[in-house]
């Protein structure tokens, strides 16, 4: 069975459009879950069989559900993961974490398209525009909401013992720091260029998992 966990964008099978839907959960967890309640979820749907495949933000609640021992599943896939903490020191993660804490210091004042003026080109690579504010606010709004996906401990390490493929689009030195990092202990790092934050979506996913994997 596959389990698989979505990022902060797209949820459930949405999120997954060229994952085969046999034997497999879509997880789709509502913007209001707090960190802990997605650990939590996680757990109750990996069976220790399961291959869990984690995309983005979905792979810090995944890396704390096996670091707090809740899951222990047959093999970890994690695609773009943001698992900042363990990556820390290197410059493009301290880059990104210095912005965003400007970002989020701006939201919490209030000042919500402030912060989309810093997290909109970092994130999804246009300038925030007044124009478009009404149509935005929205996704900004959620994406402020989003648990900061460093400050919770995880180390590499903690999936040691756990067969990990990690795998990147080769377009960011953020996650490829990240996967550099998760490699170093003992992952397997594939870099999938072309579809940016999205390599699930490369046609030579399945079997670069499958290769990986067995």
């Given at each position: 069975?596959r ?63 096996v ?42 004042a ?9 997290v ?6 246009a ?7 009404d ?7 959620r ?17 040691t ?25 003992g992952?397997?790092?594939?870099a ?23």
């Amino acid at each position: 069975m596959r389990v698989y966990i979505h990022g902060a964008g797209r949820t459930g099978r949405d999120a997954w459009p060229n994952a085969s839907p046999d034997d497999a959960l879509f997880a789709e967890f509502d913007s209001a879950l707090s960190l802990d309640a997605r650990v939590d979820e996680i757990a109750i749907l990996t069976l220790p069989a399961a291959v869990v495949i984690a995309h983005s933000a979905g792979a810090v609640p995944t890396a704390l559900a096996v670091s707090r021992r809740k899951m222990s599943p047959r093999a970890l896939v994690l695609v773009e993961p943001a698992l900042y903490d363990v990556a820390r020191g290197a410059p493009a993660i301290e880059r990104h974490i210095e912005r965003m804490t400007v970002a989020r210091r701006r939201a919490d004042a209030g000042d919500l398209f402030g912060f989309w003026e810093i997290v909109r080109p970092m994130m999804f690579g246009a300038a925030a525009e007044r124009d478009a504010w009404d149509a935005e606010h929205e996704r900004a709004s959620r994406f402020a909401a989003i648990d900061l996906p460093w400050g919770h401990g995880i180390a590499a390490r903690a999936l040691t013992g756990i067969p990990t493929l990690v795998v990147t689009g080769a377009w960011n030195d953020e996650y490829e720091a990240i996967g550099a990092a998760l490699a170093d202990a003992g992952a397997t790092h594939v870099a999938l260029a072309g579809y940016g934050h999205r390599p699930q979506d490369h046609p030579d996913f399945e079997e670069t998992v499958r290769n990986a994997l067995g």
